[in-house]
C-alpha cells in the first residue's frame, strides 16, 4: 500500500508531530487531515486503498471524544488499513488503544501497529519533561520500518470495559485571560478545537491547554483550585519516567 493518509487531533502539536514523524521516515507521499479545529471535523473523508496513520492524544485514559466522534460519523474506508500513534502525559494511556481499535474494527479496518507514545503533559511541563526523547523517537522510526509489511492485525494492551470517559468538571471553568498581557493576536482563538474562546463559554472548553501553551504572552491560565488539584497529583505521583510502546505484528 503505498498511499499514506494521515488524520490527526492534536490540540497542543505533539501527536502530530510524532505521527508525522513517522510518515516522513517511510519516505513515501502522504496527505494530511488535520482534525483538530471545528470546520475540518465537519468534513467528510473518504479512504481507499490506503495505509491511515492517526495521531491523537489520551484524554482520562480514552480517546479524545471529539477524535473519536469524528471517525465514527465521517470517515468512511474501502481497503484500508492503520496505524495509531497515540501520545500521553507520562501518567497512563489506558485503554485508548483498546477503544481505537475496536473503533477501526467497527469500519472494517485492522489495525497494523501501534504505539503509545509519552510526551510532555498538556497540563505541566514537569510532567514527561523532554519528551519525546531520542529513545521515543527511535521507536517511532522503527514502527516506519515496521509498516512496509505491516498486514496483520495487531492487540494493544487495554480493558474491555474501557475506563469510564473523563467527565468534565461542573461548573465548568475554561483559561482566564488577564487583558494588560494580551496583545489581542487571536492566535488563542485561532487553535481552540471547540470555539469556546471565541464564545466565552467555559462549558465548550475541553482543557486541552492549546491556547494557554500558544499564548507567548502568558496572557492566559486556569485558576480554577480543580486545574491546580490535578496538576499536583500529576507532579506528585507521575514524574517516573515510562517508556513508550511498539505494538507489532
Ligand atoms: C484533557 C486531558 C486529559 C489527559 N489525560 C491524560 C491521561 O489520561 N493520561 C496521560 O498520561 N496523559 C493525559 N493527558 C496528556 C496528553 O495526553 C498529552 O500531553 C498529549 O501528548 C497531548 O497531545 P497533543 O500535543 O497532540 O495535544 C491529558 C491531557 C488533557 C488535555
Redesign the pocket.
Known amino acids: 500500500m503505498n498511499n499514506i493518509s494521515i488524520i490527526t487531533f492534536?490540540?497542543?502539536?505533539?501527536?502530530?508531530a510524532c505521527v508525522l514523524s513517522v510518515a516522513r521516515a517511510t519516505k513515501k507521499p502522504y496527505t494530511e487531515r488535520d482534525v483538530t479545529q471545528p470546520l475540518m471535523r465537519s468534513q467528510p473523508l473518504y479512504c481507499e486503498d490506503s495505509l491511515i496513520l492517526l495521531g491523537f492524544?489520551?484524554?482520562?485514559?480514552r480517546v479524545p471524544t471529539l477524535f473519536s466522534a469524528y471517525l465514527k460519523d465521517h470517515l468512511t474506508c474501502k481497503n484500508c488499513k492503520a496505524v495509531a500513534v497515540a501520545?500521553?502525559?507520562?501518567?497512563?494511556?489506558?485503554d485508548a488503544l483498546v477503544e481505537i481499535e475496536d473503533l477501526l474494527m467497527e469500519k472494517g479496518v485492522p489495525l497494523v501497529g501501534c504505539a503509545a507514545m509519552v510526551?510532555?503533559?498538556?497540563?505541566t511541563d514537569k510532567v514527561?519533561e523532554h519528551r519525546p526523547d531520542i529513545l521515543d523517537f527511535q521507536l517511532l522510526d522503527q514502527l516506519a520500518v515496521s509498516l512496509e509489511h505491516a498486514d496483520d492485525a495487531v492487540h494493544p494492551a487495554g480493558n474491555r470495559p474501557y475506563k469510564k470517559s473523563?467527565v468534565l468538571a461542573t461548573p465548568s471553568y475554561m483559561p482566564v485571560l488577564t487583558e494588560s498581557l494580551c496583545n489581542q493576536c487571536m492566535q488563542c482563538a485561532d487553535v481552540c478545537p471547540t470555539g469556546a474562546l471565541q464564545a466565552k463559554d467555559s462549558n465548550l472548553c475541553?482543557?486541552?491547554?492549546a491556547c494557554i501553551k500558544v499564548c507567548t504572552h502568558k496572557a492566559l491560565r486556569m485558576e480554577d483550585p480543580r486545574f491546580f488539584g490535578t496538576v499536583q497529583n500529576l507532579e506528585t505521583f507521575c514524574r517516573e519516567r515510562q517508556n513508550s510502546e511498539l505494538f507489532l505484528a
Not at 10 to 16: D, E, H, I, R, V
Not at 57 to 61: D, N, Q
Not at 206 to 209: L, R, S
Open positions: 492534536s490540540p497542543t502539536g505533539q501527536s502530530k492524544p489520551v484524554y482520562g485514559g501520545t500521553y502525559g507520562n501518567r497512563a494511556y489506558d510526551c510532555q503533559h498538556s497540563y514527561g473523563m475541553i482543557h486541552c491547554c
